[in-house]
């Protein structure tokens, strides 16, 4: 099973909601990741948790704010969102961050309208 | 920096017809590279990997040729169909930081 499993699976929010994506995998993987696509762009990374810390920001603006409760769960909290913050958030996991598996594994993502 | 890129934007082929997706990449220091599918609607999926000691990976009718001298690898699909249509990307790993580094992708076509 290398299911990833993403909700929800659409979300429009205005500029002033708050709101949160959330991700669990159950396949005892220790790395999690947060991705923005862009139409017919690439994923971009945005975190990386390893061990339930978070490893990698790439600098990502303050309106995005992941947590990770345990090793099965990652979350984004989205605050203050602009329009050009919509796009399709992905999340993944993968065995480790470091070790010698890194096939990362992506949910179906949410596709994220901020009006 | 990392880099790693493809040569099409786009591919049609016929249905049956073998395809050939090519990625080149600019670090020499990658030593990791994953194809990965990409379906309307749907994350991105695992089809194949291949690791830098090797030039040749196989998979079920997929098979990935790596060559470090130039820098480039690329996705072989064999007899393609009709739902092997889809964005196929190629990512590299490379550093300690051990991060996926996507390519821009490609857009496979098969028509009827």
């Known amino acids: 099973d290398t299911e990833v499993t993403q909700t929800p699976k659409h979300l429009v929010m205005g500029m002033t909601n708050k709101k949160s994506l959330k991700c669990e995998q159950h396949m005892g993987h220790r790395a999690m990741y947060w991705y923005k696509q862009k139409a017919k762009k690439p994923p971009e990374l945005m975190f990386v948790?390893?061990?339930?810390?978070?490893?990698i920001n790439e600098s990502v603006p303050s309106r995005f704010s992941p947590e990770c409760p345990n090793s099965s769960l990652l979350n984004l909290h989205l605050h203050a969102l602009q329009p050009e913050d919509s796009a399709l958030y992905l999340c993944a996991s993968s065995q480790d961050s470091g070790g010698a598996r890194y096939i990362q594994y992506f949910g179906a993502g949410t596709r994220l309208s901020v009006l | 920096g990392e880099s790693v890129g493809l040569h099409l934007p786009t591919l049609s082929v016929q249905e049956g017809d073998n395809s050939i997706i090519n990625c080149a990449y600019s670090n020499s220091a990658s030593d990791y590279f994953i194809w990965y599918k990409q379906e309307s609607g749907k994350g991105p999926q695992f089809i194949i990997d291949?690791?830098?000691?090797?030039d040749k990976r196989q998979g079920q009718r997929v098979t990935v040729l790596l060559n470090k001298t130039v820098k480039h690898l690329s996705l072989q699909i064999a007899a393609t169909q009709p739902g092997d249509s889809a964005v196929y990307f190629c990512?590299?790993?490379?550093?300690?930081?051990?991060?996926?580094?996507f390519g821009s992708g490609t857009q496979l076509t098969v028509l009827p």
């Open positions: 990512a590299s790993i490379s550093g300690s930081a051990r991060q996926l580094t």
């Open positions: 948790y390893s061990y339930e810390k978070l490893s």
């Open positions: 291949i690791r830098s000691n090797m």
